[in-house]
């Protein structure tokens, strides 16, 4: 089950940076206000690398308000398209799942 | 904890030393935690917390605020696991990509070069490493096989007919050609070298 969240978690987060850049802080606290992290935030800044690595997102610093620099996340094209793919094979994928977990519940 | 309040005078709006000492051995067990990763990818797991820490518990946090902070952040342990779990995707030890790196680029280079180094048998290396390759179509493999056979037949018909041709034709038919033989040779081996790289992990 932690491997299912955890694949899935990394869509999440390409998915609010779909919306607009975010930085970690906030990013952490989106996921757990929806309650999609059962794991501890932490485990967040891994996968964020990952992100960046894989060349989904880029990173911009920039000044707070207040206290320390902020590292901003953005979407890149790739992350993207990775993003639209996911969105389409979910949708097939909670379906069928759906279907499966309704028949052997009746 | 153990540090009884010494006299009032000490009593200041800076932030307490306990949560500097709590955010400082929660750095320390992750820095532990952790150090079975690659090192960049250590040091950039640490200065994350670290930077989510100060942003999240930063002065002027008081110790009850601290512990929430970082009971909400997971233990050290965890992140780490989490951590490996990315660093080592799809499969196995973060030293593989490598591996597979050098593997696609050694083998294009040994075909492409290693003839020159050791005549035939160098090539015939290469060719060898080309079908051990995992990230090569058949197709691809048969094309890099027949690569320099099929440049040197070229080469060797263009210099009989520059030799053929009359005057200062010849050898000017033998350069272009020339030209034209090793950029197809440059083109062929990019295009295994990114077929390879498409298909690493």
Redesign the interface.
């Known amino acids: 089950m932690t491997e299912l969240r955890?694949g899935t978690i990394a869509f999440c987060v390409l998915a609010l940076l779909d919306e607009r850049e975010r930085y970690?802080?906030e990013l952490?606290g989106a996921l757990?206000d929806s309650q999609a992290l059962a794991?501890?935030?932490?485990?967040i800044?891994?996968?964020?690398?990952?992100l960046r690595e894989d060349e989904l997102v880029v990173t911009t610093w920039k000044e707070?308000p207040a206290?320390?620099p902020?590292?901003y996340y953005r979407l890149t094209p790739a992350g993207r398209r990775s993003l639209e793919a996911f969105r389409g094979e979910w949708a097939q994928f909670r379906d069928a799942v759906d279907l499966l977990l309704t028949k052997g519940a009746s | 904890m153990n540090a009884e309040p010494t006299t009032t005078s000490v009593v200041r709006s800076e932030p307490l030393p306990a949560t500097d000492v709590l955010i400082a051995e929660y750095l320390d067990r992750l820095r532990r935690a952790a150090a079975g990763l690659p090192p960049a990818a250590r040091a950039e797991l640490l200065d994350d917390i670290a930077a989510h820490l100060a942003e999240t518990a930063g002065p002027g946090a008081d110790e009850a605020r601290t512990r929430q902070v970082l009971d909400e952040l997971g233990t050290p342990e965890e992140i780490a696991v989490a951590a490996a779990a990315e660093t080592g995707v799809p499969a196995g030890a973060p030293a593989r990509a490598g591996g597979e790196l050098a593997y696609d680029v050694g083998t294009v280079l040994v075909l492409l070069l290693a003839g020159f180094v050791v005549p035939v048998l160098g090539w015939i290396a290469g060719v060898v490493m080309l079908w051990n390759g995992p990230r090569w179509s058949t197709r691809e493999k048969w094309a890099g096989t027949l690569l320099w056979p099929a440049a040197i037949l070229v080469a060797g018909a263009l210099l009989l007919l520059g030799h053929g041709l009359a005057g200062g034709v010849g050898p000017m038919v033998i350069l272009l050609g020339g030209l034209v033989v090793l950029a197809g040779l440059v083109t062929a081996f990019t295009i295994l070298l990114r077929a390879a790289a498409r298909r690493r992990p």
């Open positions: 955890r970690a802080v952490v757990t794991a501890g935030a932490g485990t800044y891994p996968l964020l690398s990952r707070s206290g320390p902020r590292r």
